[in-house]
């Protein structure tokens, strides 16, 4: 049954409502609250152009009396879930006024807008899964679908969108938007197109909407540029269309489901199965919301088309919507339905394609289509970097092999001409798919003795990115607190995860970055490629490069007997000590470690982490970096593993 209020609040409600505007602000998130406390966020300026509209047109308010006794007889008789007509098309032309080139929106951004509104007026947008069990009867069809206008008001071939360069920075709520004579652009008929303007409309605004009954060459809606569609140039977290839906309610004859009442429960957005809610939400709340007028489950249906939540979490219309929304369609706004201007006319052909994707995974197909004005016969595509490379059919599907960002052209003709149009950059292909992954290998703390007379390698280790080999590798050494990167390619294969680095070439390296002393401390990690992104490794470690003498030595080529750790000397020390060691022959695994650990158990520097010939060996360690103290090494060598104790004095 309709909700019921008095005439005057019918008045305010209807009045107010013929321009809906939106503000946006921070990230809002609110869940299991009364209602929404009020930070910068989507509002309604409804009071502010209702004084505006009972100013410049008195004669307005009784207008909106009469349509909403209609209304409301409209929907005694067609109770809401009854209605069985067939599918409405409704012609859109989108007006694009721009003042910088940002603002200038894509065919691709414009269409990807009419995408999102079939969807959701047809209730076949993906998360009608997300509306809570006890609405999911409630959900509706609205049996709407938006196509581009094909003809416009002189019957020519038209892709439904005009483009105008302004000098208005921004439009706001200024009807200077709708007149080309005042740097917008003029409406088409309403009575044969829904007229949609992007535009800068500045601070801050989302968009509004005109209801029906108003003047002809203000109707329909405005929505900011950085808000219209689902690609291009958006600012979450209205980035998915919602705005647009919203607005083409409002357009539809929909009020706020929340009736626009300041909270006190008294108001009504006039439809009988949305339940009467106190104040509008915002973010994205969780399921229940329980407010002042809503006070028992299921609560409040802040996930409504006509509430204020981000566009992510609306989903739904109801059957008492789409009875409201008949009404309009049956009564005011009536005309349109016999409107043929989404019919296409032949004529000169407009060239224009889409592609059903433009971001892919490389050897995956793109589907395109030819959406060109006019009725070509003709067609000549070329697709940079694809496969096939040409076509002549009028919907061609291609395959990438190779990772990049492509260039794709098309050229329509007919008996009365031809047009060409060419997306630069169009198709990005992706490589494999990456994945987090670590440098494991030498470990943080190191420390990588380096000569330049010394070819022998140091090996940088690290886990996969990704199982598909075509995904390869870079190291990068920065000096610890500097931003500049040092880039090394890993010897053979670069989908292998390991890198020999000569220590010559890191000894060269210490000599670019500036050593303190003989030595530098740096930062490594490494980064993935997959031919067209690129992914960090999730940690970088620290090591020390220590340029000969100090570090790693032989000092002797004498085999030793047996395994050996002797003690640091001198000791106490500042802040060097040398650590002496013996390595016998061994066999399988030769890897030695050498490890100093603070008093609490830490591992504060690696000295050594490679695999060592039989021999006897002295490691330093430079110690001007820690705090005086008892510190202790430890080695360990295949089986042998043995500790000693030392103690810096500063």
């Known amino acids: 049954m309709i909700k019921k209020i008095s005439i005057s609040l019918i008045l305010i409600a209807v009045v107010a409502s013929a321009a809906f505007i939106f503000k946006t602000g921070g990230n809002d998130a609110y869940s299991n609250v009364n209602y929404p406390v009020v930070p910068p966020h989507r509002t309604c300026g409804t009071t502010e152009y209702m004084e505006n509209l009972y100013r410049e047109n008195p004669a307005y308010k009784k207008t909106m009396m009469e349509l909403e006794k209609y209304a409301e007889e409209y929907a005694r008789n067609n109770p809401a879930g009854t209605d069985n007509r067939t599918v409405i098309t409704i012609p859109v032309v989108v007006h694009v006024v721009w003042n910088l080139p940002v603002q200038n929106i894509s065919d691709d951004q414009v269409l990807s807008q009419i995408d999102v509104l079939n969807k959701d007026f047809r209730r076949m947008n993906s998360d009608t899964t997300n509306t809570p069990a006890p609405w999911k009867p409630l959900g509706a069809d609205c049996q709407i679908e938006f196509k581009m206008a094909r003809r416009d008001p002189g019957n020519n071939p038209t892709l439904g969108i005009t483009r105008t360069q302004t000098s208005v920075v921004e439009f706001g709520q200024s009807s200077a938007l709708k ?57 979450p977290p209205y980035n998915k269309g919602r705005t647009a839906t919203h607005e083409v309610g409002h357009w539809l004859w929909l009020y706020h489901i929340w009736g626009d009442d300041n909270g006190s429960c008294g108001g009504s957005d006039l439809i009988g199965d949305t339940p009467n809610q106190a104040l509008e939400f915002y973010g994205c709340p969780t399921y229940p919301q329980l407010d002042a007028c809503s006070s028992v489950s299921p609560g409040a249906m802040f996930m409504n088309y006509m509430d204020y939540t981000d566009d992510a979490c609306m989903n739904l219309f109801t059957q008492g919507q789409l009875t409201r929304i008949n009404s309009a369609l049956d009564g005011p706004r009536l005309p349109i339905k016999s409107s043929n201007g989404h019919i296409d006319v032949s004529g000169t052909p407009i060239c224009s394609f889409k592609a059903d994707s433009l971001s892919i995974e490389y050897n995956n197909p793109v589907h395109f289509s030819d959406v060109s004005a006019g009725i070509p016969t003709g067609w000549q595509w070329t697709f940079t970097g694809g496969s096939p490379s040409s076509s002549t059919v009028q919907n061609p599907t ?97 989908s292998d995860t390991v890198a020999g680095i000569r220590r010559s070439a890191l000894d060269s390296l210490a000599q670019t970055l500036g050593v303190n002393g003989d030595s530098v401390r740096c930062t490594w990690r490494t980064w993935s490629y997959n031919g067209i992104d690129s992914l960090s490794s999730q940690n970088s470690l620290i090591v020390t490069l220590v340029r000969s003498p100090i570090g790693i030595q032989v000092i002797s080529n004498e085999v030793p007997q047996r395994f050996g750790l002797y003690n640091n000397y001198p000791n106490p020390f500042n802040p060097v000590t040398k650590i002496r060691f013996d390595i016998p022959n061994i066999s399988g695994n030769r890897n030695v470690n050498l490890i100093v650990y603070d008093i609490l158990g830490n591992q504060v520097a690696v000295l050594v982490n490679e695999d060592l010939q039989a021999g006897k060996y002295e490691a330093s360690w430079e110690a001007s970096n820690f705090a005086s103290g008892i510190y202790f090494y430890r080695i360990k060598a295949g089986e042998f593993v043995e500790t000693h104790r030392m103690v810096l004095v500063k």
Not at 181 to 202: E, I, M, P, T
Not at 211 to 235: K, Q, W
Request: hydrophobic share 30%; proline share 3%.
């Open 398 to 494: 291609v395959t990438y092999p190779t990772p990049g960002v492509y260039t794709v052209r098309l050229r329509v003709s007919n008996g009365f001409g031809a047009d060409s149009l060419t997306k630069t950059s169009y198709i990005r292909v992706r490589g494999a798919s990456m994945s987090t992954y670590s440098v494991v290998n030498p470990p943080t703390l190191s420390r990588i003795s380096v000569s330049s007379a010394d070819t022998s390698r140091v090996f940088f280790n690290w886990t996969k990115a990704s199982t598909n080999n075509t995904v390869n590798y870079k190291v990068k050494i920065r000096k610890l607190g500097q931003q500049v990167d040092y880039v090394f390619t890993n010897s053979g294969n670069t």
């Open 179 to 235: 007149f080309t004579s005042q740097g917008g652009h003029d409406a088409w008929d309403r009575d044969k197109y829904l007229n949609l303007w992007s535009c800068n409309l500045g601070s801050q605004l989302l968009g509004y909407a005109t209801f029906p009954g108003g003047s002809a060459s203000l109707d329909g809606v405005a929505i900011g540029y950085n808000y219209f569609g689902t690609v291009g140039t958006l600012s």
